[in-house]
């Protein structure tokens, strides 16, 4: 009986235009000035706006979004979480977003369904298996978990791959983090931009910045198309078009955006509980919940700012997919799309000071953006709200595309290059 209600209850507020529910966050007109704005009302730009409340204490602040909260990379992604990368500072960074992953349904009091179904990444021969095996031993000094498998312990694990010897590439073991998993994308924006406005914070949406405002060399606001809002310090988390707001402040950042494609298929029944990455084939995929098959690749090597693929990278990703499980053959895509991806040259994100006084960063995040965003949202928050780096921000500071020293990821991030 409460189960029929409560359907009933969903599909009488649907025709009411849902006037009958609260909202889940606030819809204010900007006032004139913060203490503090937040450009992007992404995963990253709320999880800002939301650590800013709970870590500093800071609730003058606005989130300023040009579309709908979720509506960038936040919502076109394959949710994918892990930390097995290969440098420290690397495993520092996405160890605790994961971990903090960890307990974000709990923290937000929000069900994010991160689910820690484990992660996969094949390997195909002699050597690939003798780098798995160092990849391993230096994630595991690094402090995350990772193991080395077998072709029989895969095999157990995943039994629909492709495990006959005459495959065109043979699956001879995987590295395998066991922590590793996936989360439900809208619900980590909705979950963040629920706590950000509890606390006190104003989401401010269909918002577009235009320009910042500039005093004595200073970033003291920005004029948007609500007219111009002032602030203390201001903060910028907009994924692909991180080089667009940079130079609005003169800046030009050692970034380029491309389109990243992913594919969701039917619902079928379960075939497979954890995430297989192939990084020979390109491909990686994994199961949702409601039973579709989430599918992903390598980026489309032509920069653009379009959310949308193109054919030749669709058919390489697909490939690769019917080569890892050829029982997928037959299975029907439903939908696919792409978000746009900032890619450094080292392939890791820029954390820190823009080097215009009064503007920082978090960007350049590449494919790695979903798995990142507490962490990014954490490291921002302190860099805003102290004018200083934290410990595990300081390696990305973009200063080290001067010094030299770069923390080159392109493998651990599944770029295609």
């Not at 009933?8 to 503090?36: C, H, I, M």
Request: glycine share 12%; charged share 20%; with cysteine.
């Amino acid at each position: 009986m409460t189960s029929h209600y409560s359907a009933f209850s969903v599909f009488r507020e649907g025709l009411r235009g849902q006037r009958g529910w609260a909202k889940a966050w606030n819809d204010p007109t900007p006032k004139r000035s913060y203490d503090v704005i937040v450009v992007g009302g992404g995963g990253h730009g709320l999880a800002t706006a939301y650590y800013l409340a709970r870590n500093h204490g800071l609730t003058n602040v606005a989130v300023i979004e040009k579309g709908w909260l979720g509506g960038g990379n936040t919502g076109r992604n394959t949710t994918v979480i892990r930390s097995n990368y290969y440098y420290p500072e690397s495993t520092a960074l996405y160890d605790f977003a994961l971990r903090l992953y960890e307990g974000l349904s709990r923290d937000l009091n929000f069900n994010v369904m991160f689910s820690q179904r484990g992660m996969l990444v094949l390997h195909h021969s002699e050597p690939e298996a003798e780098m798995a095996a160092r990849n391993v031993n230096a994630m595991q000094l690094n402090g995350a978990d990772a193991e080395l498998l077998t072709a029989e312990e895969v095999r157990a694990r995943a039994p629909l791959l492709n495990f006959s010897p005459d495959a065109r590439y043979p699956i001879h073991g995987a590295t395998w983090q066991k922590r590793a998993g996936t989360g439900r994308h809208d619900a980590v924006a909705w979950g963040f931009a629920r706590a950000a406005s509890k606390a006190g914070v104003d989401i401010i949406q269909n918002c577009e910045v235009t320009d910042f405002i500039m005093e004595a060399g200073k970033v003291v606001g920005v004029n948007t198309t609500k007219g111009e809002i002032r602030a203390g310090v201001v903060g910028a988390a907009v994924a692909g078009h991180s080089s667009t707001i940079a130079r609005m402040a003169g800046l030009s950042l050692p970034i380029t955006s491309y389109a990243l494609q992913a594919f969701v298929s039917e619902a079928v029944k379960p075939v497979i509980d954890t995430v297989a990455f192939s990084p020979a084939y390109g491909t990686y995929f994994s199961q949702s919940d409601k039973g579709g098959l989430v599918i992903g690749g390598g980026l489309d090597r032509v920069p653009s700012y379009g959310q949308r693929g193109n054919l030749p990278m669709q058919e390489a990703v697909l490939a690769g997919l019917v080569e890892m499980a050829p029982m997928l053959a037959k299975v029907k895509l439903l939908r696919h799309w792409a978000g746009i991806v900032d890619v450094t040259p080292d392939s890791s994100p820029i954390i820190g000071p823009s080097g215009v006084d009064g503007l920082y960063l978090n960007c350049g995040w590449g494919t790695g953006g979903f798995k990142a965003i507490p962490a990014g949202g954490w490291l921002l928050a302190h860099l805003l709200a102290t004018g200083e780096h934290h410990e595990i921000s300081r390696p990305f500071d973009r200063r080290r595309f001067i010094t030299g020293r770069l923390i080159d990821e392109a493998a651990a991030s599944g770029i295609a290059h």
